[in-house]
């Protein structure tokens, strides 16, 4: 018999959260010739779906409808508006419902947060968007987030990161189920990566953090931004503000939630990623630009926060 896939989507749901994930599943079904999968969209309650860009969906189902026989996976697409529906607890029993009599559950995008509303992912592993993963991390502290990842399988459990990563989980699913010589087939037809090279923090705009904290920190911070190529540390920046390197690491510990280090470290990657889009200079030039005193160090700070090189990223992002 077919697998049997549902994807939940709420009113304003993103529409390639829903769209994405079921053209993999459908040209899975067209390499093999015959339904390996059978496709469902559920709605909450009314079966005409408004997405966020209005375009319309007619579900198949509801989620109050009587659970079927056999269910292979059910996955909840992200929206813009996922906010409405956080404290709905009738909604959270019917994902409960359909979650545990399903062999596979999960999330696309913020689809993450209904799932840890329901009470579903405590004490497991899972992604979201960028944009939302501290808040997830925040409001529901055992769960654990994996920000940088574009999906994540924990046992039944399966989150993508956001939007277009629902392609990625759907074909990381696909491979799981039919084998990797149909995955990448189907991942060539799609013109997609079969396995997307770093993670989603490489597409994240939150690199270069806000001033924030005391004043005194807002002072250092600014100072540090407007020269960045200067051979910063822990101790110059301790300096600059007349405090012990201990009283600053506490600080930014205190303030930002992260030691002067991985802070500068963030803003210097940053900055060389903007220099990287534009494509004006050579790695080494942008290396020094960037306060780094080589090409090896920069690129070690990119696999670490970005899980790419900079010349991967240049190659992907650059104007």
């Given at each position: 018999?077919?697998?049997?896939?549902?994807?939940?989507?709420v009113?304003?749901?993103?529409?390639?959260?829903?769209?994405?994930?079921?053209?993999?599943?459908?040209?899975?079904?067209?390499?093999?010739?015959?339904?390996?999968?059978?496709?469902?969209?559920?709605?909450?309650?009314?079966?005409?779906?408004?997405?966020?860009?209005?375009?319309?969906?007619?579900?198949?189902?509801?989620?109050?409808?009587?659970?079927?026989?056999?269910?292979?996976t059910?996955?909840?697409?992200?929206?813009?508006?996922?906010?409405?529906?956080?404290?709905?607890?009738?909604?959270h029993e019917?994902?409960?419902?359909?979650?545990?009599?399903?062999?596979?559950f999960?999330?696309?995008?913020?689809?993450?947060?209904?799932?840890?509303?329901?009470?579903?992912?405590?004490?497991?592993?899972?992604?979201?968007?960028?944009?939302?993963?501290e808040?997830?991390?925040?409001?529901?502290?055992?769960?654990s987030?994996?920000?940088?990842?574009?999906?994540?399988?924990?046992?039944?459990?399966?989150?993508a990161?956001?939007?277009?990563s629902?392609?990625?989980?759907?074909?990381?699913?696909?491979?799981?189920?039919?084998?990797?010589?149909?995955?990448l087939?189907?991942a060539?037809?799609?013109v997609?990566?079969?396995?997307r090279?770093?993670?989603?923090?490489?597409?994240?705009?939150?690199?270069?953090?806000?001033?924030?904290?005391?004043?005194?920190?807002?002072?250092?911070?600014?100072?540090?931004l407007?020269?960045?190529?200067?051979?910063?540390?822990?101790?110059?920046?301790?300096?600059?503000?007349?405090?012990?390197?201990?009283?600053?690491?506490?600080?930014?510990?205190?303030?930002?939630?992260?030691?002067?280090?991985?802070?500068?470290?963030?803003?210097?990657?940053?900055?060389?990623?903007?220099l990287?889009e534009?494509?004006e200079?050579?790695?080494?030039q942008?290396?020094?630009e960037?306060?780094?005193?080589?090409?090896?160090?920069?690129?070690?700070?990119?696999?670490?926060?970005?899980?790419?090189?900079?010349?991967?990223?240049?190659?992907?992002?650059?104007?």
């Amino acid at each position: 018999m077919p697998k049997h896939i549902i994807i939940l989507a709420v009113p304003g749901v993103q529409l390639l959260d829903v769209s994405g994930p079921l053209d993999v599943f459908a040209e899975a079904n067209q390499q093999r010739g015959r339904e390996v999968y059978k496709l469902s969209v559920m709605s909450v309650a009314d079966p005409v779906i408004v997405s966020s860009s209005g375009a319309r969906l007619l579900a198949d189902l509801t989620l109050d409808a009587p659970l079927p026989d056999a269910l292979d996976t059910f996955l909840i697409a992200g929206a813009p508006v996922l906010d409405n529906y956080l404290s709905d607890e009738k909604l959270h029993e019917n994902i409960c419902r359909w979650s545990h009599h399903a062999q596979r559950f999960g999330s696309v995008c913020s689809g993450a947060m209904l799932l840890a509303a329901a009470g579903l992912i405590n004490g497991r592993r899972v992604t979201t968007h960028w944009t939302v993963a501290e808040r997830l991390h925040q409001e529901y502290p055992q769960v654990s987030v994996e920000a940088d990842a574009i999906f994540i399988a924990d046992g039944e459990l399966r989150t993508a990161a956001g939007v277009t990563s629902g392609l990625d989980l759907a074909l990381n699913m696909v491979e799981e189920d039919l084998g990797r010589e149909t995955a990448l087939v189907v991942a060539a037809q799609l013109v997609m990566f079969f396995k997307r090279p770093g993670g989603q923090l490489q597409f994240s705009r939150h690199g270069q953090a806000s001033l924030s904290g005391r004043s005194a920190l807002q002072d250092v911070q600014r100072w540090v931004l407007n020269s960045l190529d200067q051979p910063h540390n822990v101790q110059s920046l301790a300096t600059h503000m007349g405090i012990s390197a201990r009283h600053i690491t506490r600080l930014f510990n205190q303030e930002l939630n992260q030691s002067p280090a991985e802070w500068l470290e963030q803003q210097r990657v940053f900055y060389a990623r903007q220099l990287l889009e534009a494509g004006e200079l050579a790695v080494k030039q942008i290396a020094a630009e960037c306060g780094f005193s080589s090409v090896d160090i920069l690129r070690r700070a990119f696999v670490r926060q970005l899980s790419v090189t900079p010349s991967q990223y240049q190659k992907h992002h650059s104007s």
